[in-house]
């Protein structure tokens, strides 16, 4: 039975106009010379933005499991757009099992001593940024206060509004939330906890 290959690659594009062909090519030529000849490929067409990413968490998981000691990315932001936070947390992760990441477009290998000299660099980059956020957070905040604004999301469904009252009406002809929820275009827990909030004020 033919084993498979102890080296991966991770490629993504964020839209169906974009290919991984690439990603793949300059990954192929990086391999080669390092003895990975044969990769097994993961690829997905999807936003960075979330870790909802079925191929990424199949390749998590055969890290974890030893399956695979070395992984190709074409650049550290296949990984994650969210933040250099979120990419050091996976970095980490595959360096704990045991795994090796190679970045292909920035040159970085994650190995041996040079490897946690970049990663510490990278986590002091990313509790940076995520001062930043909070930084920015704060301003925002202050500034609304300031203008009388509330902070937040507004509320789909305002208190006393006519959007609450027909949730009402149709919850008193015995319609199920679900289907409310449908008639009136807003997600359902948003409806039950409207209906809920109208019950105590009468």
Known sequence: MKLEPSAAAYVRVSTAEQNHALQRHAIEQAAGPR???????????RSGGGWERPELEKLRQLVFSGAVRRVYVWNLDRFS??????????VQGFRRAGCELISITEGWD?????????????AWSAQMELSKHHERLRGARARMAAEGRPWGRPMRVEPGSELEAKIVALRAENRSFRSIAMAVKVPQTTVERAYARA???T
């Open 35 to 45: 003895g990975d000849a044969e990769l097994r490929w993961f690829s997905e067409t």
């Open 110 to 122: 994650f190995a041996g001593i040079a490897g946690d000299i970049l990663l510490s660099a990278l």
């Open 199 to 201: 019950q105590k004020t």
């Open 81 to 90: 757009r969210r933040g250099i936070a979120d990419t050091v947390e996976l």
